[in-house]
DNA sequence: TTGCCAAGAGAACAGATGTTCGCTATTCTA
DNA sequence: TAGAATAGCGAACATCTGTTCTCTTGGCAA
């Protein structure tokens, strides 16, 4: 029994919830959730999670369902929660694999808003101005964009071999890359150059452990 | 403001009830599981608790509201290994109190090489020399001493309510509180002075939430 | 006693919520 | 091309559920 890709979408924002709220969703607030309008539909949804055996249910009672553990798996949230932290990037490796783990840090993403984080190192002064030191750790929320302004971790192609951080300026035809030091200049990627900037996430916040 | 014998009840029924199946219970499953038959009844302790701080509710939603941190203190149920975030401190309380904790950090002291830590949110500029800004959760571990030039939260009787962070610096009869902060002076206290700085712990962290 | 307060019973109401039903659109497959 | 699978819309219904009200009971202090 195979899911669905909606059924999948339907599951995760119940996790979720769940994990936010501390009591499930209910179907409208899914469907309000997921972008529909039809309680019918989402119901449709989660009947076939139950019979699937994702979801348990107490007929009669509203707004009463369990995940079973099958679904945690299923979404991937481990018992005990944690961050991982990336060091050096070897080049030629997907910035997140496993090689590059250097340590799990025993903290809930939550504690920064976030259901799935990672960590950086940070390497040099690029940051003094908005108070992050060489040495302090990172807290990275995975997206794939950002608003203006914004501090992102990013990789550009075929220029370095390491993620770093930087603010986020998105202009007509251009990208541009600021650290937070007024001694470092902006790299500007225009026209075509633009494609070699992959924003892994957003800075949702920072650990500094002090000796 | 306390609890009668019959809330702490309800209260202790509502956190079974919630670690046991995952979703709070309604008003009536607690009348079934206090052996009470009248939703009314019940329905008055819930909100007795609501407005003593025990319960969040999203009016309008049904089967749907949170216990508090203070709820979860309360019955005595523990969490994973966390750090406890003290906000504003009340004047002529143990420092420490219960009362002053914010938030439950759910984060290992070990991260820190701690066994046991607290945090405080920094307050003002006063640490902007060492990169620690207003908002901050500095993590304390908790020490009666420390070395000098090391940072240390400490408290000052009689001039302060709250605990600060300085950095520490011992003279030959006089200790001296000095902020990271080239626009703020240092306090000095000599000769029986001394005796009012108590120190609480030494900086062993910072953590940042950037919104 | 009198008054106050916590607690409960029971009824009643309004709204949130699970659930069902019929119809449509799109996509993919036989 | 026909049919199945998936997804959605919108309406409608029964009931679960929070909430309010009134009345009653028992304990306790002034």
Request: glycine residues 8%; positive net charge.
């Amino acid at each position: 029994m195979k899911l669905t890709e909606k059924q999948k979408k339907v599951l995760e924002f119940i996790a979720d919830f769940q994990t936010r709220e501390g009591f499930p969703p209910s179907v409208r607030e899914m469907c309000q959730g997921l972008g529909t309008s039809s309680p019918g539909s989402m119901h449709k949804h989660v009947q076939a999670l139950e019979t699937r055996g994702y979801i348990e249910n107490l007929p009669g009672k509203k707004r009463a369902w369990k995940l079973t553990q099958r679904a945690w798996d299923q979404v991937g949230i481990q018992t005990s929660p944690s961050i991982p932290l990336y060091g050096r990037i070897a080049a030629g490796l997907p910035i997140l694999a496993q090689q590059n783990k250097e340590e799990e840090l025993p903290i809930d993403p939550a504690l920064f808003g976030s259901r799935e984080a990672f960590a950086l190192k940070v390497q040099g002064d690029s940051m003094k101005d908005v108070q992050i030191r060489d040495g302090d750790l990172a807290i990275i929320r995975k997206q794939q964009d950002a608003e203006n302004g914004q501090i992102v971790a990013v990789m550009v192609e075929g220029l370095e071999t390491e993620a770093t951080l930087k603010i986020l300026r998105r202009k007509r035809n251009a990208i541009e890359l600021h650290p937070a030091n007024e001694e470092f200049k902006p790299q500007v990627f225009s026209g075509k150059d633009r494609a070699r900037v992959t924003i892994l996430g957003k800075l949702v916040g920072v650990i500094r452990r002090t000796p």
